[in-house]
C-alpha cells in the first residue's frame, strides 16, 4: 500500500504567500518524479511543477518566479512554495508520485487540498 497525503492548503490574500507539503507513506523502495498539479472549477487539471530525484525541475509558466518546489528524499517528502498568490492560482492542488514499490509501482495522487487566494 502507498498513500499520498498534501496538507497546507487554505485562504489567503493576494500577495501572500503558502507552502503546501506532499508526503508518501507505505511501502516504497523509491520515488522518482514528483508533481504538483492544479484544478480550478470548468478547467482541466494542469501541471504546476515537477521535480526530478536529482533535483532537476519544470514549471508552468504562469508560476514561474513565483513558485518553488523542492524535495526531501530522506522523507519522501515534496514541497511547494507559493509567493505572490494571485486569485487566479485558486484550485486544488494535488501531488503525484511516481514510485518504485515492492509490489505496486506506479504513479499515484493525493486527494488534493484547496488554495484559495482572494482579491
Known amino acids: 500500500q502507498v498513500q499520498v497525503a498534501e496538507s497546507g492548503g487554505g485562504l489567503v490574500p493576494a500577495g501572500g504567500s503558502l507552502r503546501l507539503s506532499c508526503a508518501v507513506s507505505?511501502?516504497?523502495?523509491?520515488?522518482?518524479?514528483m508533481s504538483w498539479y492544479r484544478q480550478a472549477p470548468g478547467n482541466q487539471r494542469e501541471l504546476v511543477a515537477q521535480i526530478t530525484r536529482g533535483g532537476g525541475t519544470n514549471y508552468a509558466d504562469s508560476v514561474k518566479g513565483r513558485f518553488t518546489i523542492s524535495r526531501d528524499n530522506a522523507k519522501n517528502t515534496i514541497y511547494l512554495q507559493m509567493n505572490s498568490l494571485k486569485p487566479d492560482d485558486t484550485a486544488v492542488y494535488y501531488c503525484?508520485?511516481?514510485?518504485?514499490?515492492?509490489?505496486?509501482?506506479?504513479?499515484?495522487w493525493g486527494q488534493g487540498t484547496q488554495v484559495t487566494v482572494s482579491s
Open positions: 503525484a508520485a511516481d514510485v518504485v514499490s515492492y509490489s505496486n509501482s506506479g504513479d499515484y
Open positions: 507505505g511501502s516504497i523502495l523509491r520515488l522518482d518524479v
